[in-house]
Structure formats: structure tokens, C-alpha cells
């Protein structure tokens, strides 16, 4: 069964840092996107990209945040400066055409 | 902002008995689907409700949409301890989907 896949599964940096994960969305789907969960709390929309430019962001999308995909497989995010209140779960998402979204299982980034 | 509050936050049953969860919204939205996610992975999703008044069943799991299309419950009957997990109900908004806190369910043997 097609899955998204996310790289790394855990990743330590120092704040200041620039960090980047990876995702592989499902191969034929056209709706890509970030979510991110700080832990104990809720899934938090962070982008949604369509037709190779972001459709939707929140606010929590600032400058030091990019997303990407550089070739026709990998979907990444990219924060350019990480603050300790970066550390959280992300998850890559794919949508299937019912509208259902796919979720990969996540990065986990810890800032220190 | 649209706000989805899912109750209870919390909640620890024993293998057997049955429970339901829910979730509340003030907005309408064009659907709701529920996901169930365990520690250290992302959500699956379980269902997704698109009809006001719509009930769907998944084996002992039973979603319903409310009438107004604000409110959605999910009732798991004889639950069992591989049900455990966070339950997380999620709204449509345009493209994206907005997500609720979670109920966070134990079933004990």
C-alpha cells in the first residue's frame, strides 16, 4: 500500500541551526502538506502546497520557514534559523482524492 | 478562527464497556473526518462524514455527523485495548483541514 515517508524520523540540532526534512509523498497525489505537533498538544496546520507554490499557509509559516520540491518525489521543509519552540513532531501529509489526507510518521526535531 | 473541542479530553474505560467522544464547533463545516493516531506516528485517518445526520459504522466504531453539520460524535462499542490512542476529529476548511485537541483514550484488559 502506497505510505508517505518522512527523513529524518528524529533530528537534535542547536538553535540558530537550519534544518531541513524530507518527506516522499503518495506518487500520484497533487496536495501536499506540512502539520507540525508540539508535544502534548494539538496537530497544527503549517502549509499546503498545490501545482509547485504554496497555496496556504498559517501564521505560524513565518520567514524562517520555506517548503519546497525540487524534484518530482521529495517535498521538504525547511527552517532556516530553529528557536527552542521549534521542537515538535512534523508530519508530511499527501491528499488522496476523496479529499482524505495521508499522514507520513513524522519528524521529530528537538532544538537545544 | 474556527475551534474544534473535542470531549473528553481524557479518558480510561475498561476492556468491555462501551464510551463516546465528541466533537463540538460553533462553525459549519464541509466535513469532518476522525483519525486515531498512537504515540510516535502520525494520524490514520478512520472516517470521513460529509452529510448532515450522516451515521457510518466501522465494525465496533460508530461516527455521526450532526444535523447542522457543527458537531460529530464517535462511539466504540465493547471497546478493546488495542482501541488506545488519541482520537482526533478534524474539519474542512477550503483545502486544509483544522484539528481538534484529541481525546486521548486508554482501554484496560
Known amino acids: 500500500e502506497p505510505e508517505v515517508t518522512q527523513t529524518p524520523s528524529h533530528q537534535v540540532t542547536q538553535m540558530g541551526q537550519e534544518v531541513i526534512l524530507r518527506c516522499v509523498p503518495i506518487?500520484?497525489?497533487?496536495?501536499f502538506y506540512w502539520y507540525r505537533q508540539i508535544l502534548g498538544q494539538k496537530v497544527e496546520f503549517l502549509v499546503s502546497?498545490?501545482?509547485?507554490?504554496?497555496?496556504?499557509k498559517s501564521e505560524i509559516f513565518d520567514d524562517q520557514f520555506s517548503v519546497e520540491r525540487p524534484d518530482g518525489s521529495n517535498f521538504t521543509l525547511k527552517i532556516r534559523s530553529t528557536k527552542l519552540e521549534d521542537s515538535a513532531m512534523y508530519f508530511c501529509?499527501?491528499?488522496?482524492?476523496?479529499?482524505?489526507?495521508?499522514f507520513g510518521e513524522g519528524s521529530r526535531l528537538t532544538v537545544l | 478562527t474556527q475551534l474544534l473541542e473535542q470531549s473528553p479530553q481524557f479518558l480510561s474505560i475498561q476492556e468491555g464497556e462501551n464510551l463516546t467522544v465528541y466533537c463540538n464547533s460553533s462553525?459549519?463545516?464541509?466535513?469532518l473526518q476522525w483519525y486515531r493516531q498512537e504515540p510516535g506516528e502520525g494520524p490514520v485517518l478512520l472516517v470521513t462524514?460529509?452529510?448532515?445526520?450522516e451515521v457510518k459504522k466501522l465494525k465496533r466504531l460508530t461516527f455521526q455527523f450532526g444535523d447542522a453539520r457543527k458537531d460529530s460524535s464517535l462511539h466504540i462499542t465493547a471497546a478493546q485495548p488495542g482501541d488506545t490512542g488519541l482520537y482526533l476529529c478534524?474539519?474542512?476548511?477550503?483545502?486544509?483541514?483544522?484539528f481538534g485537541k484529541g481525546t486521548k483514550l486508554s482501554v484496560k484488559p
Open positions: 501529509a499527501s491528499r488522496g482524492y476523496g479529499g482524505e489526507l495521508f
Open positions: 506518487s500520484n497525489h497533487l496536495y
Open positions: 502546497f498545490y501545482n509547485n507554490e504554496i497555496s496556504e
Open positions: 462553525s459549519v463545516f464541509s466535513s
Open positions: 462524514v460529509v452529510t448532515g445526520g
Open positions: 478534524a474539519g474542512r476548511r477550503g483545502g486544509n483541514l483544522i
